[in-house]
């Protein structure tokens, strides 16, 4: 089976989630003629990093969100990775994930695990502690979010437990761009996995983004990737693929969990 990938690669408005709502709506209908089996979206993609106002901007239980995506997916036919949102929960305001399939239902949400205190989000947000795990088409894929990605332990999880799609979704700076290629690239060799990433493209007052959103092979090779400007990046994935990587050099059934131990 083959899907055809799209990532929206935005210059997120910051702390403005009706503007960047309207790009939103504008890049899924620049891609109606392309007919795209997953659309992905960036991390934070409606508020961007205004931590200091979450708690007036943030959606309430991804409520506006959920309906949002879910009419975009129904319309457009689409899969949707939704990047992620600010979450405002009884218990704070998480960092997390959307999945609807083209039916438009929610299949599954994901909280980032491990928050990045490079920029503040310690300070403002709590962690998630639940796998990225999901299922679209019959096909067994993974979402996580930016700072994620420096845990090979935790892509691990997920992949030993079947994933053969890793979804990024991301806010990654162009001060470490080398480190945005490098790891995941390396994701996708070690797990023998696709690995569609969404990066966002312009600034905000804290950083300059990288872009540089790619779609990698499970060989490693590089498939799709922009430039640091806004954009879509689009790609045709072959799921077979993945199977065939795993039979050549079969590191599933090679490794030794038992001595793994830190
Ligand atoms: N938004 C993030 O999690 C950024 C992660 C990052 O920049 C890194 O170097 O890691």
Redesign the pocket.
């Known amino acids: 089976m083959e899907w055809k990938i799209a990532c929206l690669q935005l210059d997120i408005a910051f702390g403005n989630p009706t503007e960047n709502k309207q790009q939103v709506h504008k890049q899924f209908e620049q891609l109606r003629d392309e007919h795209p089996d997953v659309v992905i979206l960036p991390?934070?993609w409606s508020t961007g990093?205004d931590l200091t106002r979450l708690e007036e901007i943030a959606d309430e239980n991804g409520e506006k969100t959920k309906t949002l995506i879910s009419q975009l997916a129904r319309t457009y036919h689409t899969h949707i990775v939704a990047g992620s949102i600010a979450k405002k929960t009884n218990n704070g305001i998480t960092?997390t994930m959307y999945i609807v399939n083209r039916h438009g239902e929610v299949v599954s949400e994901y909280s980032?695990v491990?928050?990045?205190q490079?920029?503040d989000?310690h300070l403002y947000l709590q962690a998630g502690d639940q796998l990225g795990l999901f299922t679209l088409d019959e096909t067994s894929c993974a979402g996580v979010?930016?700072?994620?990605?420096?845990f090979p332990e935790w892509i691990r999880v997920h992949t030993a437990k079947g994933a053969e799609i890793l979804f990024v979704v991301?806010?990654?700076?162009l001060?470490?761009l080398s480190?945005?290629r490098t790891?995941l690239q390396a994701r996708a060799i070690e797990n023998q996995c696709y690995v569609i990433a969404c990066n966002r493209a312009g600034s905000d007052p804290n950083?300059v983004f990288a872009g540089h959103s790619l779609v990698i092979d499970p060989w490693g090779g590089i498939i799709a990737e922009a430039d640091e400007h806004p954009g879509i990046v689009t790609a045709t994935i072959d799921l077979k693929k993945v199977k065939e990587v795993r039979k050549k050099i079969p590191i599933f059934a090679d490794r030794r969990p038992d001595l793994y131990h830190t």
Do not use: G, S, V
């Open positions: 991390e934070l990093y960092n980032k491990h928050l990045f490079l920029m989000e979010i930016c700072y994620d990605i420096r991301a806010e990654w700076p001060a470490r480190h945005w790891l950083n």
